[in-house]
């Protein structure tokens, strides 16, 4: 029987990830770094940005999409007066001699962007296309309808201009906003065009910007187990969440897959809430609390 390569490893890697990388390449170096069977990220960044990157390893990725679906914030600069067809500097210029806006008419418009908005992912990302990649779509000279989504803008806040041409713009958004399309909307807004030349994600879920290590100082640290010593425990991307400590009797169950009687637990309150359940300290298993029942949603092997 072939096995993995690496070891059993479980829990969290903030990575801030450094420009002209993608992010499946910051795992599989970390993968290597840390001599990990399994190991993956909580949403992706374009390879022009830097900025958090989660890193789940092990039973840590049973836990991504409670990450991925999480709110992000981001600090960008949108360069006005012109466009490229990847909205961003990696681009080719396809719109110039557009309007400089001035910086209180910046201030003017960003007001308009908060709340639920419509938008039309840009041509050059990851989503599908009748099974295909959008972005080999682009790069083949096809073109495609990209289907508008709805997401939703909590904060939106003028940092200040990095230039005559540009803004610095932090935004505090739901999963799925494309931040590439937010700031060619605002120039279309502001009666011109706008690219990004920088992305640099503050915070995804629970994570932010204080809680990462670069990835240079990662590869520099000579053993493995030194390298491991950076892992966060499962539960730190879930530090609101209700916790149930149950015995090990109804944990064996869990993890079978059954449900368990709540007339043990108080959680009368948190009926039709997601849980944490531990044994002895360990993650067994992420539950939804219902009505007459605690029902495993992921089981988890420690």
Not at 40 to 55: E, N
Not at 166 to 189: F, N, P
Not at 196 to 206: E, F, M
Not at 222 to 238: F, G, S
Request: charged content about 25%; aromatic content about 8%.
């Amino acid at each position: 029987m072939k096995h993995k390569k690496g070891s059993d490893v479980h829990g969290w890697l903030i990575v801030d990830k450094p420009e002209g990388i993608g992010s499946t390449d910051v795992v599989n170096i970390t993968r290597r770094l840390l001599d990990a069977k399994k190991n993956g990220h909580a949403g992706t960044l374009d390879p022009f940005a830097s900025g958090v990157l989660p890193i789940a390893f092990g039973e840590a990725t049973k836990l991504l999409p409670f990450v991925t679906g999480g709110d992000k914030e981001y600090e960008f600069v949108v360069k006005f007066g012109a466009m490229t067809d990847t909205l961003d500097l990696t681009g080719k210029i396809v719109k110039t001699g557009g309007y400089l806006p001035l910086e209180s008419e910046i201030k003017e418009v960003l007001p308009q962007f908060l709340g639920e908005i419509k938008q039309t992912p840009p041509l050059y990302s990851a989503l599908k296309i009748n099974g295909q990649r959008a972005y080999d779509l682009a790069r083949r000279g096809e073109t495609a309808e990209m289907p508008e989504r709805i997401v939703k803008i909590h904060d939106l806040c003028f940092l200040g201009m990095s230039s005559e041409s540009a803004a610095r713009i932090r935004v505090k958004c739901s999963k799925g906003t494309y931040v590439r399309t937010l700031g060619a909307d605002i120039a279309a807004k502001l009666g011109t065009f706008g690219y990004l030349t920088a992305l640099r994600r503050i915070k995804c879920g629970n994570f932010s910007i204080e809680d990462t290590i670069f990835l240079e100082n990662l590869k520099n640290i000579e053993y493995v187990e030194e390298r491991r010593k950076y892992l966060r425990p499962l539960l730190t991307c879930l530090c609101d969440i209700t916790v149930i400590a149950v015995g090990g009797e109804d944990a064996a169950k869990l993890k079978l897959g059954q449900s368990i009687s709540p007339k043990h637990y108080n959680v009368a309150e948190y009926i039709g809430c997601e849980a944490a359940a531990m044994l002895n300290g360990q993650l067994a298993a992420m539950v939804r609390i219902e009505e007459g029942r605690i029902l495993p949603i992921r089981v988890f092997n420690l």
